[in-house]
């Protein structure tokens, strides 16, 4: 019989509250079908869009997406997230992403076109104020959204040796590490297609290969990870829909399967769910087809721990939607939903 995702899971919801979200959500996960059962909010924090979480999991990071951003740890070991401090500004506009590396809290600001890193206390809370600010320079063909530097993304590469932020107005990716002082420091910039918008990132379970989902030009670039040298190389790219998109489509996530055998994508507006297939190295995504995605522009797509459940949210409609993923042809089957307004994020966690 199939296991579950391990009786006692968690999610955690992000939202935007000035389009009427709850702020930062609880929800238990059953373990058999992947449900959510909402346990409660704290809206404390405005547009709290993103969250990651502490390594034992007893604490929630969120980015607060205003102009004047901001970066929030919460205790999880209640039914709803409690602050445990006060926000820490970020020095700089639109947080939209924040990665855990090196002790540190790390933000790609989208409005600001940077990266700000904040160190962590010896109990995983945030220092009151950031160790530094790497900003991104550049711009991009896009006449509206690529007059500047947009950092919509940083995350850690899988070796724990980088941290790497992708950049929607600069068309690239860049690989940073911290400094003496806990600043980020530029390694290698490594450019993409120019017109693309790269949003995210997410690497094959081997650590080797990289993903990057393109929101302008609604395509994935496949590239080459060197963890030993920092280094990104693209491979190739292809396109996330079977045909051309009706009207507008923003590519907005990617997930690969923890089994590197699939991998898929969510495209807002056309308001689906791409499978792609993998083959041994992950090198070459096929795209098998799409599935809607249960509702109406999905921000952020997200697996569970095990795997077996795949997760939309439904920025537009108001819901989180959950699928059960076939073990033998990756197909997403939509099970059911939740109803949370302006959702923007879904991280799982067992406290």
């Known amino acids: 019989m199939a296991t579950g995702d ?63 951003g901001a970066v929030a740890a919460f205790r999880t070991d209640g039914e709803k997230p409690e602050l445990a401090a006060p926000p820490v500004p970020v020095h700089a506009a ?29 109990d995983g809370t945030l220092a009151a104020v950031p160790s530094g600010i790497l900003q991104h320079e550049g711009s991009g063909p896009h006449p509206r959204r690529q007059q500047g530097p947009h950092a919509h993304q940083v995350v850690t590469d899988p070796s724990g040796r980088w941290v790497v932020s992708v950049d929607l107005g600069t068309d690239s990716v860049r690989v940073c590490a911290l400094d003496a002082d806990g600043a980020p420091l530029l390694h290698r ?68 399967d923890p089994r590197g055998r699939f991998l898929w994508t969510a495209t807002r507006g056309e308001d689906v769910i791409s ?25 952020e797509l997200a697996l569970s721990p095990s795997g077996r459940h ?9 819901q989180i939607t959950w699928f059960a993923v076939d073990r033998e042809s990756g197909t997403p089957r939509q099970l059911g939903s939740v109803e949370t307004p302006a959702p923007s994020c879904v991280v799982f966690g067992d406290r």
């Open 6 to 68: 391990g009786a006692g899971s968690y999610a955690y919801i992000g939202s935007f509250t000035t389009a009427g979200g709850l702020g930062v959500t609880k929800a238990a996960v059953d373990p058999g079908t992947g449900a959510l059962t909402v346990l409660g909010s704290n809206d404390e924090v405005a547009d709290p869009s993103y969250l990651a979480l502490s390594a034992d999991g007893a604490l929630l990071y969120a980015v607060s997406e205003a102009d004047q």
């Open 94 to 122: 639109g947080p939209t992403h924040l990665t855990r590396y090196a002790d540190h809290v790390l933000t790609a600001n989208y409005g600001s076109g940077s990266i700000t890193s904040v160190p962590l206390t010896a």
């Open 189 to 256: 910039e490594t450019a993409l297609r120019p017109g693309s918008g790269p949003r995210h990132l997410a690497f094959h379970p081997e650590g080797r290969i990289a993903y990057v989902i393109n929101e302008l030009t609604t395509s994935l670039t496949v590239c080459r990870w060197n963890p030993e040298e920092g280094r990104l190389n693209p491979l190739s790219e292809a396109d996330l829909l079977p045909r051309a998109p009706a009207g507008d489509a923003l590519g907005s996530e990617v997930v690969v």
């Open 275 to 299: 499978l792609f297939t993998l083959d041994a190295g992950g090198e070459r995504p096929t795209l098998v087809g799409t599935v809607p995605c249960g509702g109406h522009w999905p921000r």
């Open 310 to 318: 795949l997760y939309t949210a439904n920025e537009r409609s108001g």
